[in-house]
């Protein structure tokens, strides 16, 4: 059986194995659906993976959205979100962004990642089945040549210090638990 992977908010960037998920007919998905709107249309641990590029930025309410994919995921299945960095002005003032993300948006998610959590988190880890993996900072693909200075020293400072040094972060969540839970 061909595994179901769900491309959550896809826009114009369209997975090839994926089913592409957007609201916006425009974009032309194989399923349209307004992720704001719960609960979304698999059934219980019914899905192998989910990517949401860029999109969990954009709703109004992320952490339902967060419950929603936990509730698809088959147990040991991925979730990846990628979203702008804290640090990028883009994340604060872009018009269609609702909400600014780090780290520290995910406590009370159980974490292998070694970013650890704060212990009033700790009375969350039970009520979501998902478990933070990874967790990354890397410059916006445009961005990549940078990679390549001479100097990486210097775009190490300018990714510190500097508030328009463009980076995404991208977090990996991973459903534990069985899936007649």
């Not at 600014?100 to 009520?127: L, M």
């Not at 990874?134 to 390549?148: A, V």
Request: a negative charge; glycine letters at 6%.
């Amino acid at each position: 059986m061909d595994k179901v992977l769900l491309n959550l908010g896809c826009g114009f960037k369209k997975g090839s194995n994926c089913i592409n998920v957007d609201k916006y007919e425009i974009c032309e998905p194989d399923v349209i659906h307004d992720l704001n709107v719960f609960p979304y249309p698999w059934a219980d641990n019914s899905v192998d993976g989910i990517f949401m590029f860029h999109t969990l930025e954009h709703l109004d309410d992320w952490w339902g959205a967060f419950l929603e994919c936990a509730r698809i995921l088959k147990s040991g299945a991925t979730l990846e979100i990628r979203v702008p960095d804290e640090t990028s002005s883009s994340a604060l003032t872009y018009r269609d962004h609702n909400h600014v993300f780090c780290i520290h948006s995910f406590h009370g998610i159980q974490d292998r990642s070694g970013y650890g959590t704060n212990a009033w988190a700790h009375t969350e880890d039970e009520k979501v089945p998902l478990v933070m993996i990874s967790y990354r900072r890397i410059p916006f693909k445009q961005y990549l040549w940078m990679t390549h200075w001479p100097f990486k020293w210097l775009m190490a400072f300018c990714g510190v210090h500097m508030r328009n040094f463009v980076h995404e972060q991208i977090m990996i969540f991973q459903k534990v638990g069985d899936d007649n839970d």
